[in-house]
């Protein structure tokens, strides 16, 4: 099995009901930090989920670095993987990920179990759940708070620093997932600054 055959299967097996509510987003390869990392399978609802594939051809040593980037921004977290991974790879996560178990039957179909549910995570960064904003988005949200043009015509970071500090982490990560679910082009449409 390949990272494009899980893929497949899980979007059509076990998020089936998610592509079938109005109010939910699934988003293949979302970009986190600024594209430094994307997430395999991102689920934006009342929660923000991210889920990481890794088929028995991939290897473990990209993880570490995945894993910084899914639990600055996600609630939950779960990690796909083949028989190959299935022990190694809890001991490279965080126990609070969830582990679920692709496997292919005898007439090849693919299944999943879950071996370890998904928890809560409880260390959401600010900053990085602000970036997940394009430039125009964060504006907005700051023009609805009242703060100066000045700090408006700052570049993105500065504004991102500026919702971090305004804002609860419950309020950032409801307008994230409002914003989330109302792009209609998943083009950012600026240049980075």
Not at 24 to 34: A, K, S
Not at 153 to 162: D, G, M, N, T, W
Request: hydrophobic share 35%.
């Amino acid at each position: 099995m390949n990272d494009a055959e899980i893929r497949q299967n899980f979007h059509r097996k076990v998020l089936r009901r998610q592509h079938a509510r109005n109010d939910t987003l699934v988003i293949d390869e979302l970009g986190l930090n600024h594209g430094k990392c994307r997430a395999d399978i991102a689920v934006v609802n009342g929660q923000f989920l991210g889920y990481e594939i890794k088929s028995d051809n991939d290897t473990l040593r990209r993880l570490e670095e995945q894993i910084k980037s899914y639990n600055a921004v996600f609630d939950k977290i779960s990690i796909i993987v083949g028989d190959r991974h299935v022990n190694s790879v809890q001991s490279h996560i965080p126990e609070w990920w969830g582990v679920i178990m692709s496997t292919k039957g005898p007439r090849g179909a693919i299944n999943f179990e879950t071996v370890r549910r998904a928890r809560t995570n409880k260390s959401i960064d600010p900053i990085s759940m602000a970036r997940l904003l394009w430039r125009d988005e964060a504006a907005e949200i700051l023009t609805q708070k009242e703060v100066s043009r000045k700090i408006l015509s700052q570049p993105r970071a500065i504004l991102y620093e500026h919702l971090a500090e305004m804002l609860s982490i419950c309020e950032l990560r409801r307008l994230v997932r409002m914003y989330l679910k109302k792009r209609k082009n998943w083009r950012c449409p600026e240049s980075p600054s």
